[in-house]
T-cell receptor
Framework: GAGVSQTPSNKVTEKGKYVELRCDPI?????LYWYRQSLGQGPEFLIY????????DSGLPNDRFFAVRPEGSVSTLKIQRTERGDSAVYLC?????????????FGPGTRLLVL | QQQVKQSPQSLIVQKGGISIINCAYE??????FPWYQQFPGKGPALLIA?????SEKKEGRFTISFNKSAKQFSLHIMDSQPGDSATYFC?????????????FGKGTKLSVIP
């Protein structure tokens, strides 16, 4: 079956602009996660959705970052007033129901470059 | 505060050799420890995982060894192959209130040379 897909695969923007990154999870997966991976680092948690609701947004670095999942499937990560420090790979992952022992399946990521 | 510390940062192993990557954690509430493999330009993919009620788990050439008292776990890759060249991340999560987010180590870049 299809895995987690993310679009765009690459995004170049200018400092101060607004960007949206999209994640299409595996069909039927209710749990969805966003992570950010800086160069040479492990992924860092941003936000977790259980269904349509953001169950944990403790990883969002500041109020410029926001994410939605209005119908419990596709999610969009939104970054306002982008800064050069936002440049990273943004990874989306999904799992069946969010239980502790479940595998989180990752998408290929969106590489964001802020000039 | 880095909750999962991973070493070494990079590793070069001869084909057929054993690759060993180590991780240490601080939060005793962690109760699930996966290892992920990541190739350039791809997202991480689960390789093998262990719960703290067992000390070792083996799947093919990959083995996790877990030491609960020392709060350490390691990945052993037997008969390492050039196709194993990738970055490996240890991770941990716990089933406390809130989300089951993964906390990752910084990664180990493995190069297996022919």
């Amino acid at each position: 079956g299809a895995g987690v897909s993310q679009t765009p695969s690459n995004k170049v923007t200018e400092k101060g602009k607004y960007v949206e990154l999209r994640c299409d999870p595996i069909s039927g997966h209710t749990a969805l996660y966003w992570y950010r991976q800086s160069l040479g680092q492990g992924p860092e948690f941003l936000i977790y959705f259980q269904g349509t609701g953001a169950a944990d947004d403790s990883g969002l670095p500041n109020d410029r970052f926001f994410a939605v999942r209005p119908e419990g499937s596709v999610s969009t990560l939104k970054i306002q007033r982008t800064e050069r420090g936002d440049s990273a790979v943004y990874l989306c992952a999904s799992s069946l129901s969010g239980d502790v022992g479940e595998t989180q399946y990752f998408g290929p990521g969106t590489r964001l470059l802020v000039l | 505060q880095q909750q999962v510390k991973q070493s070494p940062q990079s590793l070069i192993v001869q084909k057929g050799g054993i690759s060993i990557i180590n991780c240490a954690y601080e939060n005793t509430a962690f109760d699930y420890f996966p290892w992920y493999q990541q190739f350039p330009g791809k997202g991480p993919a689960l390789l093998i995982a262990i719960r703290p009620d067992v000390s070792e788990k083996k799947e093919g050439r990959f083995t996790i060894s877990f030491n609960k008292s020392a709060k350490q776990f390691s990945l052993h890759i037997m008969d390492s192959q050039p196709g194993d060249s990738a970055t490996y991340f240890c991770a941990a999560k716990y089933s406390g209130a809130g989300s089951y987010q993964l906390t990752f180590g910084k990664g180990t870049k493995l190069s297996v040379i022919p």
